[in-house]
């Protein structure tokens, strides 16, 4: 199984910015594309940006395309996420993962880490 550690959240102010960091294993991690998913209260799981295997393409989600930038370091086998004006709507548990699809993943759920964003 694909093995993920989640770190980095905390709570921020509205127009702040954070950078969350998913260390996966050495073995493992430049086999798959990687992705960050979110959860809020009261709504489903959403995939909210993703990294080819080799880097070469990205996704977003609509929601977060401009403030948010995924990136990887492949030497410390982990991928970021850097969260630039940061609105109370993203407050959430966020994951990493290895997405086959946006709603498929090959790794088990780890703990999350939690954004919390203040008004």
């Known amino acids: 199984q694909v093995q993920l550690v989640e770190s980095g959240g905390g709570l921020v102010q509205a127009g702040g910015s954070l950078r969350l960091s998913c260390a996966a294993s050495?073995?493992?991690?430049?086999?798959?594309?990687m992705g960050w998913f979110r959860q809020a209260p009261g709504k489903d799981r959403e995939l909210v940006a993703a990294?080819?295997?080799?880097?070469?393409?990205?996704y977003y989600a609509d929601s977060v395309k401009g403030p948010f930038t995924i990136s990887k370091d492949v030497a410390k086998a982990s991928v970021y996420l850097q969260m630039t004006s940061l609105m109370t709507e993203d407050t959430a548990v966020y994951y990493c993962?290895?997405?086959?699809?946006?709603?498929?993943?090959?790794?088990?759920w780890g703990q999350g880490t939690q954004v919390t964003v203040s008004s």
């Open positions: 990294l080819s295997r080799s880097g070469g393409t990205t």
């Open positions: 050495a073995s493992t991690f430049s086999s798959y594309a």
């Open positions: 993962n290895s997405p086959i699809s946006r709603t498929i993943v090959l790794g088990s």
